[in-house]
């Protein structure tokens, strides 16, 4: 006999959570008449805007059941499912493996006006109540003989499932009767964090914030080389925190550094945004206040490119290639300063040899500490803000590099007035091969400070800072 679903004046799309974490019920419109009824099972505008997450479905999968009373055991695989019902009804149950969860539990009875959203790692179960009832999911990845799946007993305690139709009087595979209990039974890895440039500056400091994450440098997996990319299973990845880059200004003025610029700061990119886009990832890029020539201060996110130098060029093309992956954060940055050499350790490195150096003094902008780049991102990834281009430097005065070299020699002991500042043009003056600079690189940092995030004062970071340097 034929389901039927009464005609509806007002049918509404709804989506509910439930008590496991990202584990939501679809509510579908079902128009049905004398002749039958039909729905939209899965329509992607409609749901994603609702709060479903845009999962990117790759296969869809149907299990018919022929009797009453079959039941699937509780598999939990390393993807995410959208489960619906296409004719019949069932009683549907789901349980968090997923490691540092909760092992919580979700029963529902379903036809088909009913569909859940499943989240990786959650095990999902179900107990035919009719004969000849069909069961469709989507899912956004394909088996692989490495995946990480795992079971858990239908009989399992933990869980405590009360089935309709008693599992002594159910239809169970062999296989689903051997299946470990909860204590025993291997538990769901998070999807993993990938940093590139990790040892650099920002990649030392991200991983205060990420510590578990897989860190790569150009030796480990050359991200400019398309062949590497096909070593990894890019579904195990929700973040790639792209810090490496050409940063080398004035050697991108030279043939051989011009090539390794582009490389490096868009061809590389280019390829990540590529991989995110087409695995669902994150994309993390670090951009530079260079992608300006430093006329309209302070700049904004959505200012016009106007780069002076090839570095500057490469970057503002690596921005369009980041932004090209849905889910992205470009992180606009200038005078980074972090573990490693840099302008403040240079300072106080000549101020301890006496040396009375030439600063230049009509480029202003703020220091960028790695640690607040890091926190930066990690609070926009953690909080979800929403995607797109943010500036971020610590805030405070804007000052030139003099000044900031003055208040180095001051900090540390020794003569401020040893600091002779010097307009740009007079200190490259007769010097071969050296990139232009934006003379203004102050950032707004009005965007991402709305998100919550509020950067520390330059000079109270550059304080700490000049400490630890101390007491290394």
Not at 113 to 126: I, K, M
Request: net charge negative; with cysteine; hydrophobic share 35%.
């Amino acid at each position: 006999m034929a389901e039927h679903f009464p005609p509806e004046e007002k049918k509404e799309l709804k989506i509910e959570e439930t008590n496991i974490p990202g584990l939501l019920v679809v509510h579908l419109p079902v128009h049905g008449d004398d002749r039958g009824w039909f729905k939209e099972n899965w329509q992607r505008e409609k749901m994603i805007g609702l709060g479903l997450p845009d999962f990117n479905p790759v296969q869809n999968n149907i299990s018919y059941n022929a009797k009453r009373g079959a039941t699937r055991g509780i598999h939990t695989e390393p993807w995410e499912k959208f489960v619906s019902v296409a004719k019949g009804k069932i009683f549907a149950a789901w349980v968090d493996m997923r490691s540092g969860y909760e092992p919580n539990v979700f029963t529902i009875e379903m036809d088909a006006s009913t569909a859940v959203f499943v989240p990786r790692g959650v095990g999902n179960s179900y107990q035919a109540l009719e004969d000849d009832t069909v069961y469709t999911y989507l899912v956004n990845d394909h088996w692989t003989p490495d995946g990480q799946y795992t079971s858990l007993n239908l009989a399992d305690s933990t869980a405590n499932i009360n089935w309709p139709i008693p599992l002594d009087q159910a239809e169970i595979s062999e296989k689903d009767k051997k299946t470990p209990f909860y204590d025993q039974a291997e538990k769901v890895l998070p999807k993993k964090v990938l940093i590139t440039g990790a040892n650099g500056q920002l990649g030392k400091a991200l991983q205060e914030y990420y510590p578990n994450a897989e860190c790569v440098d150009l030796e480990s997996f050359n991200i400019s080389d398309e062949k590497a990319y096909s070593s990894r299973h890019w579904k195990d990845y929700e973040l790639i925190i792209n810090a490496a880059a050409y940063t080398n200004v004035d050697g991108a003025e030279t043939p051989e550094g011009r090539e390794l610029s582009w490389q490096a700061n868009a061809h590389a990119v280019k390829l990540l945004a590529k991989t995110a886009l087409e695995n669902n990832i994150t994309l993390v890029h670090v951009s530079s206040d260079y992608v300006f020539d430093g006329t309209k201060v302070p700049h904004t996110e959505d200012e016009p490119f106007s780069p002076l130098s090839v570095y500057g060029q490469s970057k503002a093309a690596g921005d369009v290639a980041a932004s090209l992956a849905p889910k992205h954060y470009i992180m606009r940055t200038s005078w980074v300063v972090g573990k490693g050499k840099n302008f403040v350790k240079t300072m106080k490195e000549l101020a301890e040899k006496g040396v009375e150096p030439a600063v230049v003094n009509d480029q202003l902008g703020r220091l960028t500490f790695t640690d607040t780049l890091a926190s930066a991102i990690h609070h926009l990834v953690s909080k979800e803000a929403e995607y797109g281009t943010y500036n971020i430097t610590n805030d405070g005065e804007v000052v030139s590099w003099a000044d900031i070299a003055k208040i180095v020699y001051e900090k540390t002991g020794h003569n401020p007035e040893s600091v002779t500042g010097i307009p740009t043009a007079e200190y490259y003056k007769g010097q071969q091969g050296i990139a232009p600079r934006p003379l203004g690189s102050e950032l707004d940092l009005t965007k991402i400070k709305s998100t919550g995030f509020k950067p520390r004062d330059w000079q109270e970071a550059l304080a700490e800072y000049l400490k630890e340097l101390n007491n290394q």
